[in-house]
């Protein structure tokens, strides 16, 4: 294929500053130390894990560090960062454009570019995503001067938001019928609630996941991102260092709106041409009362309630930032709008791989491991992407990776240690399971799914310090129905029968 003047050409190119793009750029410098490796990214910032733990044999914990991409490049003599995001792919050429109109050729091309916020209504000046450090923010800000905010979605972000906001009414629409939904059951949300209105805060557990650092300090201005220039996600602990305080002076209030989403927003003056009726915070065990206040903007849920506010945040997931690539590829796309990707994590088109949040596991998967738009599997992917691609230059075979054995997340909502494992929520197993459930107010709560006397999943909140045993378990599917209910027996002590 004839190169174009002034395309430059690189064995190896990746797209994403986020975790997936620079751990699969890490890798592929480590694997091919004579090779320049070009990470091309629209943010002036790169997102670095650090202080990686292997917990067990599928958990891990990192902390997730933004740093100047110089700091990568001077770790790796090899790597080469372009500042850009990428205008177009011209995949029949091996060719990437990027926004500054220069052109790249590649042998092998990774695609890491993340997602993005789903906003629930665009271009509302009153909406606001938060997805990356930009957006976190600007929330801050906001919500300095904000009395009462009216929250959508019911994923990690949002659960954090609600638990930290104080001095201000937060009225929370879950479209599911408890919070927390993506990481765990009701039982579950039933044990977290009363931390959302315990009045006094216990010092929070030193939280060592994420360090924003901006070159030099803080106060230079930063170039304000316009809201389609994408900055990385977001992962656990990211209101560490945001101080989320409102402008009354109680701790914490909070009313939770359930099964129910959002129907319209009203400014205040077609709020007022309306002449409907919106309803105060509501109080204990009271019916709910209209509101004489005036509100910068109202929400109306699809349950029939109107909430004025100052301010909504939309935290309802995630889609997968595909745009730029589809314009004149044939890309084949999952139902969630990633691009697919085979057990080997390689795209429809060839010499083209995805990882991370852009692309759609579409394998057989293991029976107790699922996607899910995660930090952690993110990594992974981007690690095995790295090896996958470096196989097929070498002209040698991979294996799966273990990682994609089984599901398994650690993190942290409310100030619990929340462990996540296989088929956590039953996802997929129909009405054949069981569940067994162990849990003591205020200190740990355990649920395990079995299914013909086999461990599938477990949820594990607090220090309880099964997680390795239980994920040995669900992976060497013992049948266990021989235990019953002991099983769960605080008495007797597990480990002794399964290490």
Same mark, same amino acid.
């Given at each position: 294929?004839?190169a #174009?003047?002034?395309?430059?050409?690189?064995?190896?190119?990746?797209? +994403?500053? @986020?975790?997936?793009?620079?751990?699969?750029?890490? !890798?592929?410098?480590m694997?091919?130390?004579?090779?320049?490796?070009?990470?091309v &990214?629209?943010?002036?910032?790169?997102?670095a894990?650090?202080?990686?733990?292997?917990? #067990?044999?599928?958990?891990?914990?990192?902390?997730?560090?933004?740093q100047?991409?110089?700091?990568?490049?001077?770790?790796y003599?090899?790597? !080469?960062?372009?500042?850009?995001?990428?205008?177009?792919? %011209? #995949?029949?050429?091996?060719?990437?454009?990027?926004?500054?109109? !220069?052109?790249?050729?590649?042998?092998?091309?990774?695609?890491?570019?993340?997602?993005?916020?789903?906003?629930?209504?665009?271009?509302?000046?009153?909406?606001?995503?938060?997805?990356?450090?930009? =957006?976190?923010?600007?929330?801050q800000?906001?919500?300095?001067?904000?009395? $009462?905010?009216?929250?959508? +979605?019911?994923? +990690?972000?949002?659960?954090?938001?609600?638990?930290e906001?104080?001095?201000?009414?937060?009225?929370?629409?879950?479209?599911? !019928?408890?919070?927390?939904n993506?990481?765990?059951?009701?039982?579950?949300?039933?044990?977290?609630?009363p931390?959302?209105?315990?009045?006094?805060?216990?010092?929070?557990?030193?939280?060592?996941?994420?360090?924003? &650092?901006?070159?030099?300090?803080?106060?230079?201005?930063?170039?304000?991102?316009?809201?389609d220039?994408?900055?990385?996600?977001?992962?656990?602990?990211?209101?560490?260092?945001?101080?989320?305080?409102? &402008?009354k002076?109680? =701790?914490?209030k909070?009313?939770?709106?359930?099964?129910c989403?959002?129907?319209?927003?009203?400014?205040?003056?077609?709020?007022i041409?309306?002449?409907?009726?919106?309803f105060?915070?509501?109080k204990?065990?009271?019916?709910?009362?209209?509101?004489?206040?005036?509100?910068?903007?109202?929400?109306?849920?699809?349950?029939?309630?109107?909430?004025?506010?100052?301010?909504?945040?939309?935290?309802?997931?995630?889609?997968?930032?595909? %745009?730029?690539?589809?314009?004149?590829?044939?890309?084949?796309?999952?139902?969630?709008?990633?691009?697919?990707?085979? %057990?080997?994590?390689? &795209?429809?088109?060839?010499?083209?791989?995805?990882?991370?949040?852009?692309?759609?596991? =579409?394998?057989?998967? =293991?029976?107790?491991?699922?996607?899910?738009?995660?930090?952690?599997?993110? $990594?992974?992917?981007?690690?095995?992407?790295?090896?996958?691609?470096?196989?097929?230059v070498?002209?040698?075979s991979v294996?799966?990776?273990?990682?994609?054995?089984?599901?398994?997340?650690?993190? %942290?909502?409310?100030?619990?240690?929340?462990?996540?494992?296989?088929?956590?929520?039953?996802? +997929?197993?129909?009405?054949?399971?069981?569940?067994?459930?162990?849990?003591?107010?205020?200190?740990?709560?355990v649920?395990?799914?079995?299914?013909? @006397?086999?461990?599938?999943?477990?949820?594990?909140? @607090?220090?309880?310090?099964?997680?390795?045993?239980?994920?040995?378990?669900?992976?060497?599917?013992?049948?266990?129905?021989?235990?019953?209910?002991?099983?769960?027996?605080?008495?007797?002590?597990?480990?002794d029968?399964?290490?």
């Amino acid at each position: 294929m004839a190169a #174009s003047a002034g395309a430059a050409r690189s064995r190896f190119v990746v797209v +994403g500053g @986020g975790i997936a793009g620079v751990t699969c750029a890490e !890798k592929l410098a480590m694997e091919f130390p004579s090779e320049d490796v070009l990470l091309v &990214t629209a943010s002036p910032v790169i997102k670095a894990v650090t202080n990686f733990k292997q917990v #067990s044999k599928t958990l891990e914990e990192f902390d997730v560090e933004e740093q100047p991409s110089s700091l990568l490049e001077k770790r790796y003599h090899n790597i !080469k960062v372009v500042q850009s995001g990428v205008k177009q792919l %011209k #995949s029949d050429e091996h060719r990437i454009v990027t926004e500054d109109g !220069k052109e790249y050729m590649y042998e092998k091309l990774c695609l890491c570019a993340g997602a993005k916020p789903k906003l629930i209504f665009e271009g509302n000046p009153y909406v606001l995503g938060i997805r990356d450090t930009d =957006s976190a923010q600007a929330f801050q800000k906001n919500l300095a001067q904000a009395e $009462r905010i009216v929250v959508v +979605g019911n994923g +990690g972000i949002a659960l954090e938001l609600v638990y930290e906001i104080e001095g201000c009414e937060v009225i929370w629409a879950i479209k599911d !019928k408890a919070i927390g939904n993506t990481f765990f059951d009701a039982g579950a949300a039933e044990f977290l609630i009363p931390k959302l209105t315990a009045e006094k805060r216990e010092t929070p557990i030193e939280c060592k996941r994420t360090k924003y &650092t901006m070159e030099g300090n803080e106060e230079k201005e930063r170039p304000i991102a316009a809201a389609d220039k994408l900055g990385s996600a977001l992962g656990p602990d990211w209101h560490e260092g945001l101080a989320l305080k409102g &402008t009354k002076e109680f =701790s914490h209030k909070v009313h939770i709106e359930v099964l129910c989403e959002v129907k319209k927003i009203h400014l205040q003056e077609e709020f007022i041409r309306l002449q409907q009726t919106s309803f105060t915070f509501p109080k204990e065990e009271k019916n709910i009362e209209p509101d004489e206040v005036l509100w910068p903007v109202y929400v109306e849920l699809t349950n029939g309630k109107i909430y004025g506010c100052n301010f909504i945040v939309s935290a309802t997931g995630v889609v997968p930032n595909v %745009k730029p690539f589809l314009d004149g590829n044939n890309f084949a796309v999952g139902e969630d709008g990633g691009l697919k990707v085979d %057990k080997h994590m390689h &795209t429809s088109l060839p010499d083209i791989y995805a990882a991370g949040d852009i692309c759609t596991a =579409s394998w057989e998967p =293991s029976p107790v491991w699922h996607q899910m738009r995660l930090w952690t599997q993110a $990594r992974q992917m981007g690690w095995y992407a790295a090896k996958c691609m470096a196989a097929d230059v070498l002209g040698e075979s991979v294996d799966m990776d273990f990682s994609f054995e089984l599901f398994a997340h650690v993190t %942290k909502f409310f100030n619990y240690k929340v462990v996540v494992l296989g088929k956590y929520n039953a996802q +997929g197993l129909g009405v054949d399971h069981e569940l067994m459930l162990r849990c003591t107010k205020g200190q740990e709560y355990v649920k395990v799914v079995m299914q013909n @006397g086999r461990m599938m999943g477990a949820v594990l909140i @607090g220090e309880t310090d099964l997680e390795e045993t239980f994920e040995n378990l669900i992976l060497n599917q013992m049948d266990l129905s021989a235990y019953g209910e002991d099983l769960l027996n605080p008495d007797i002590d597990i480990e002794d029968y399964f290490d």
